[in-house]
């Protein structure tokens, strides 16, 4: 989470003042100088919305009260603070753009496992799917309940003995990759290519066409 410090001294960086960032975050200019003086303690949420106004100008907090500017192209989400962020990402660009969502996961239980508000991500991927922004969201897990209560996904199973506990998701012309390993996990880049999601979606497919269907609850695999 980022400090008081950084928040400021991002600020700086954009040549904002209190009032720019408290407009794109719907705060007061007074609750923002409070969490960068540290007299307040910000809600998760709170710091989500901060670190999404600063994202869009391709500004990212770092380690040890550090700060940069984002590689052009290139999204990254760090440890599970950020993970429900790169959520809103997902969810942001498919509003605007639509089309088909593809993720490859070795545990799903791991998505849900650090994601702070699981339904809500199922809910809004529901809606996109329901009013026919996105066309399909195919999932190829290695390990699933394989249940869910929401018509958006369609499962298979891919059947291997041992792979890194990894995914990743292409949707529209953005190729995100997760690290369940990396310290702090997750941590997720998205690229902005459609070169390179283009050939990830292609192996997808193949991956996909050679996979089973999901097992039944209770049966072996």
């Not at 670190?51 to 009260?65: D, K, L």
């Not at 993970?83 to 753009?97: G, I, M, P, W």
């Not at 922004?133 to 996904?153: E, G, P």
């Amino acid at each position: 989470m980022p400090t008081g410090k950084q928040i400021r001294a991002a600020r700086m960086l954009v040549d904002w003042d209190a009032d720019d960032l408290a407009r794109r975050v719907s705060m007061s200019r007074v609750s923002i100088q409070n969490i960068e003086r540290g007299d307040t303690r910000p809600k998760p949420e709170t710091i989500d919305k901060i670190i999404q106004a600063f994202s869009e100008v391709g500004i990212e907090f770092t380690e040890n009260e550090g700060l940069r500017r984002r590689p052009c192209g290139v999204e990254i989400f760090e440890g599970p603070e950020r993970f429900d962020s790169f959520y809103t990402f997902l969810y942001e660009h498919l509003k605007v753009h639509g089309g088909d969502v593809c993720l490859s996961v070795t545990d799903e239980g791991l998505l849900a496992k650090y994601r702070r508000n699981p339904s809500l991500h199922y809910d809004r991927m529901q809606d996109l799917c329901d009013k026919g922004t996105v066309k399909s969201f195919r999932i190829l897990a290695n390990k699933s309940d394989f249940a869910s209560k929401y018509s958006y996904n369609t499962y298979k199973w891919q059947d291997k003995a041992s792979v890194a506990p990894t995914a990743f998701y292409t949707f529209g012309d953005c190729l995100a990759l997760i690290s369940f390993v990396h310290s702090p996990a997750p941590y997720v880049v998205v690229l902005q290519s459609a070169s390179i999601a283009e050939s990830y979606r292609q192996a997808f497919d193949v991956a996909w066409d050679a996979a089973k269907a999901p097992p039944l609850q209770g049966e072996s695999r």
